[in-house]
């Protein structure tokens, strides 16, 4: 058998077996070999990285080159909105100045600042609820368009009954600029004596031109004794409207007419003293003051004008 050859250590101031010692050295050899070759891959690695780039990196660069080319339009889009804004500030300066003579007491430079409060809004969240808002006002605009169609549908058919309403002067007379012999008590022109007047009378010239005052049907158009050429409208069940005297009749009995329709002209014909129009507003069978009837004809004031006027007691003209 062999023997172990030994050999002082002065570190450790012992001996220490040969063969032992060799594999320490064969180990740090080996540890340092490692080691080594870590930092020499690691070097290889990072070169490698920085001289060749992956897929994922080239994708990601073209993705940062793109919003860089983005921000550069935007950001010169910007410039020239900004700018534009400025030469419309300074044109609503000067129109102020022109106007007004003075300078604006504010100035809308500070719009230029907007981008900088947009930047802090939580853009998810102003969207969710502008969507909902949205929703909402889609929702309101339905029920009121729903209740506008509603009201048109009660306005027309209001509207055609107030058609059939006798509304209007049967003659021109806005300026008031013909003698008006009113409704009730007045003088009878040819026995001089007190008579009830069922209407009012118009001294205007021969020719002049009468209008329909309401919708309804011609259910009279001849020449009678009293009358003369005369016209008798039906509107409704309520209203009948009576037209002497006239030099001409314009309609034919049965026929529909609409209000300020001509339907015939002023004349001096059956009992008359001098050329002018009978004119009557029959509610129910009975005549009414049509004075009362004039509401979309005249100004407040030139209403109670001619009603002063109807009113006075006079000579009847019929």
Not at 60 to 71: L, P
Not at 75 to 85: A, D, G, I, S, T
Not at 174 to 198: A, E, R, T, W
Request: glycine share 4%; proline share 3%.
């Amino acid at each position: 058998m062999a023997q172990e050859k030994y050999i002082f250590n002065p570190e450790t101031l012992g001996y220490e077996s040969k063969s032992r010692s060799r594999l320490k050295k064969i180990a740090g050899i080996i540890i340092f070999q490692a080691v080594a070759a870590i930092f020499i891959f690691a070097i290889i690695f990072i070169a490698f990285s920085y001289m060749f780039e992956t897929p994922k990196q080239k994708k990601i660069k073209k993705e940062i080159a793109v919003f860089e080319k983005q921000y550069k339009e935007l950001h010169k889009r910007r410039q020239q909105q900004e700018e534009y804004l400025k030469e419309l500030q300074e044109k609503d300066k000067a129109i102020y100045r022109e106007i007004f003579q003075t300078e604006p007491e504010i100035d809308s430079s500070y719009l230029s600042d907007i981008y900088i409060d947009f930047e802090k809004i939580d853009v998810r969240r102003t969207v969710k609820e502008n969507k909902k808002s949205l929703i909402k006002l889609s929702s309101d605009i339905d029920e009121i368009d729903a209740e506008y169609r509603r009201i048109i549908q009660l306005a027309e058919s209001k509207n055609k009954e107030l058609q059939q309403i006798p509304a209007i002067q049967p003659i021109y007379n806005n300026n008031l600029n013909y003698h008006v012999s009113g409704f009730g008590k007045k003088i009878d022109q040819l026995y001089k004596s007190p008579i009830f007047h069922s209407g009012i009378d118009y001294a205007a010239p021969e020719g002049t031109k009468v209008y329909a005052t309401a919708d309804g049907v011609v259910i009279l158009a001849a020449n009678q004794r009293r009358y003369g050429n005369q016209i008798i409208i039906k509107h409704n069940s309520d209203y009948q409207t009576r037209f002497a005297h006239l030099s001409e009749i314009s309609v034919n009995s049965g026929q529909r007419i609409k209000r300020g329709d001509v339907i015939g002209l002023v004349g001096n014909t059956g009992k008359s003293l001098i050329p002018h129009l009978h004119y009557e507003v029959i509610y129910r069978g009975k005549p009414v003051n049509p004075v009362n009837y004039f509401f979309l004809d005249l100004f407040p004031e030139d209403y109670i004008k001619i009603k002063y006027l109807a009113n006075k007691t006079g000579l009847s003209l019929d």
